[in-house]
């Protein structure tokens, strides 16, 4: 499966997933669900498995076009459209107007959302101590050398040097991580156990009873 996604190009990846979401849209009737909890749903969504509690998130508008929910976002003091099936299962983060035309171009533009790091933060006085007692709890960041919120959370701790007894490198370790069933990145282990708390230094102590001091 890595070796797939490496080799393919990105517009075949791309256009698979649309073909897909409109076949599903297609085969699959959907029985309505009321437009807020739709919308109330899409932002738990994207607040739990993208934002991980740490940018505050809304809607500001539900509508309903061409058969499918869209959904206007306000994140960090930006807005954005996301679009949902009707029944509120099924969640498209863009949506193309084949009327309109489309350039796979625009798939390579950069974009960069500061989920974990803040530049004008202080590290912990005793983030030495901090780390070693994370590690003696059996915790783990599992990261990739390319993935860029991997950079950010290591950030946190003050870089791949402070980090090194808990970081685990994935393009290097691919056995072990296949091991662990790494399946994204950055993904954390607390005692063998995927960490779902909010992604920050505080959050971390209070997991796993580690003193932090400033």
Known sequence: MKKFFKETPIWLIALGVVVLGFTLLLLFPQSSMDKDKVGERAIEFIDEYFLYGQIPIEYTDISLESGIYKITIMMDNEEFDVYATKDGKYLFPEGYDMEEGFSFDDLYEEQEIDVYYDEDAMLPSNIDDFVACLDKNDFKIFGADWCPYCEQLVDLFGGYSAVDSIYVECTDQEDYCSEKEIAGYPTILLAD???????????????????LRY
Do not use: I, K, M, V
């Open 193 to 211: 156990n995927e960490y779902q708390g909010p992604r920050d230094l505080n959050s971390f102590a209070q997991a796993t009873q580690c003193d």
